[in-house]
């Protein structure tokens, strides 16, 4: 099977696990003045973030993700007063300001494994004193904004495509491990998808979150409607031989 290579601009799956997050520390037992152990908080000799090695102070409302390393780079060339450049394993940072505003610039790396670290610990960076081990009070609202390439199945679609996803489905099973699952994913789609590809009960049940409608409406217009699917594999989940 040949696959057109697309850009794609996508914020479903990471604002998914954020909001998974969210309901997650929304419904904890534990008061939000118990202290965060540290065997779930788990923090650097500096005081930051112990993967993506960042700080409250240095993280920006608006984070653009990428999955390469090397994407950072490119896109911060056009910021400006870049504050840092920092670089933890495949997780790199910049955080800068563009046309007057600022954001922050992060890789993951390959694979959903690698996005449960980065979205927890965003979540962490905004939402957690590192200092008292606390929620705060206040929870901070981020915007998170995926660029990364994809295949597509319709040869009706040119190379180098801008493609919006409307809708994910996750294949790899990730969510299903957190609490509340239920109230960001779309039920219907997902047992209309289990019944009509006769899913083999040995695979995780699939997922399926729908894009914000803001950043619909903002890219609409410049983009190809459609759904993403994200596979745990390159080769076997995504049918290659």
Same mark, same amino acid.
């Given at each position: ?42 923090? !650097? ?134 609490? !509340? ?61």
């Amino acid at each position: 099977m040949e696959y057109n290579i697309l850009l794609y601009l996508r914020l479903l799956k990471y604002l998914f696990l954020l909001n998974l997050r969210k309901l997650k520390f929304d419904d904890m037992k534990t008061s939000k003045s118990t202290k965060i152990a540290a065997s779930e908080l788990l923090l !650097n000799a500096d005081g930051s973030i112990y993967h993506l090695n960042l700080r409250p102070e240095e993280l920006a409302d608006t984070v653009i993700l990428v999955g390469d390393p090397g994407r950072v780079a490119m896109i911060s060339k056009h910021m400006t007063a870049i504050e840092f450049t920092k670089q933890s394993r495949e997780f790199v940072s910049t955080t800068g300001m563009y046309k007057g505003k600022r954001i922050t610039v992060l890789s993951t790396g390959i694979g959903t494994d690698n996005i449960d670290i980065v979205m927890n610990e965003l979540d962490a960076v905004a939402n957690i004193d590192f200092n008292t081990r606390k929620i705060k009070k206040e929870k901070r609202s981020l915007t998170l904004v995926r660029i990364g390439t994809s295949g597509a199945l319709q040869p009706e679609i040119p190379l180098g495509s801008y493609v919006l996803s409307h809708y994910s489905i996750g294949c790899d099973g990730l969510v299903n491990w957190y609490a !509340n699952r239920d109230a960001v994913t779309d039920k219907e789609i997902e047992n209309a998808l289990v019944e009509h590809m006769g899913w083999d009960a040995n695979l995780p049940r699939p997922y399926v979150v729908k894009n914000s409608e803001r950043l619909i409406k903002a890219f609409q217009r410049k983009t190809v409607k459609g759904m993403t699917i994200s596979a745990p594999g390159f080769f076997g989940p995504q049918g290659r031989v």
